[in-house]
């Protein structure tokens, strides 16, 4: 039985190096349990499970169905779509994707927050969005 961290790191669109910042654990050890060449010890599982918003047991690959385990792990779903808007902003500002990647990167996480949204009906965050999004196809006008 395999464990989920790729998987889960995978539909995060995380890298291995931005788990690593995250987590605190190295790029090395994580991508050993990964291919499931070593195993966390439990402290380890629960700070993986809780970065993911998954149980342990989910994360081990031991349970079938996903159940968030609390709202700080929503929150920090939340968080890790709001750390990836504000690089891409970055890059867009100092030129190093254009803005229509930037554009295309905002709506991609839109659809992310939007799954969130529909579990949680964050109206707030879903208005941060638009201002966004409405930010950027104005720029986008005046630079043509």
Known sequence: ?????KE???????S????????????????RYELGDTEPKLETWLKLADY????????????ERLELTSELEQ??????????MAKTLRAASVGT??????????KRYQRKS?????EEKQET???????????FKRRERNEK
């Not at 190096?17 to 995250?22: K, R």
């Not at 993911?52 to 349970?63: D, K, P, R, T």
Request: charged share 30%.
């Open 75 to 84: 929150q920090s779903k939340h968080d890790a779509i709001w750390k990836g």
């Open 125 to 135: 965050q879903q208005r941060m969005f638009d201002l966004a999004l409405s930010t």
């Open 97 to 106: 994707i254009t803005w229509e990647e930037a554009y295309q990167d905002l």
């Open 52 to 63: 993911f918003g998954v149980s342990v047991g989910y994360l081990q690959g031991v349970e």
């Open 1 to 5: 039985m395999e464990n989920r961290i």
């Open 8 to 14: 889960l790191r995978a539909e995060r669109d995380l």
């Open 16 to 31: 291995l190096m931005q788990l690593e910042q995250d987590v605190g654990i190295s790029y090395f050890t994580l991508r």
């Open 114 to 118: 939007d799954e969130l949204r529909f």
